[in-house]
């Protein structure tokens, strides 16, 4: 089992050097890995590579049901980038924790790739968003996802 911060994502980012510190929590397995990092009380990064099984998704919620307890209101950004597929129960599951904690969520960001398939559920998961008015934004720059997440780091 290889570690995240072990896979390689690419084109490097300074960014990463900033965030990376922030780890809270990463798991991986035969098809996938997923790591959470908290670079301030209120935001949320989550970085996956691989196929996003239900385990691994568990992984988001681990980390952010403790922390908005506390009552942080928080801003989500997920680079899926090398995501290249998803078990449909852990889309099911982080949708509706969504759903159900959308007080607590301040905006959502999701950076994707060339997975079609990623980009169908991100879509999916984007028209549920918009029923509780959570503001749900979806790129294929990293440029301007890494640049609106400086931005609130």
């Known amino acids: 089992?290889?570690?995240?911060?072990?896979?390689?994502?690419?084109?490097?980012?300074?960014?990463?050097?900033?965030?990376?510190?922030?780890?809270?929590?990463?798991?991986?397995?035969?098809?996938?890995?997923?790591?959470?990092?908290?670079?301030?009380?209120?935001?949320?990064?989550?970085?996956?590579?691989?196929?996003?099984?239900l385990d691994l998704t568990r992984i988001v919620i681990d980390v952010l049901d403790p922390h908005i307890a506390k009552g942080h209101l928080v801003a989500l950004y997920y680079d899926y980038e090398h995501m290249t597929s998803y078990d449909a129960e852990g889309r099911h599951l982080v949708t509706n924790w969504g759903i159900a904690n959308r007080k607590s969520l301040r905006t959502i960001d999701i950076l994707i790739g060339g997975s079609r398939f990623v980009a169908m559920g991100v879509a999916a998961a984007s028209l549920a968003m918009k029923v509780i008015r959570l503001p749900m934004r979806i790129h294929s720059k990293r440029s301007e996802f890494e640049s609106i997440l400086l931005g609130t780091i």
């Open 1 to 53: 089992m290889t570690n995240l911060s072990q896979l390689d994502f690419g084109s490097p980012s300074l960014i990463w050097e900033r965030i990376g510190p922030s780890l809270v929590k990463e798991g991986s397995n035969e098809r996938g890995a997923l790591a959470a990092y908290l670079p301030t009380p209120d935001v949320c990064v989550v970085r996956g590579r691989g196929h996003l099984s």
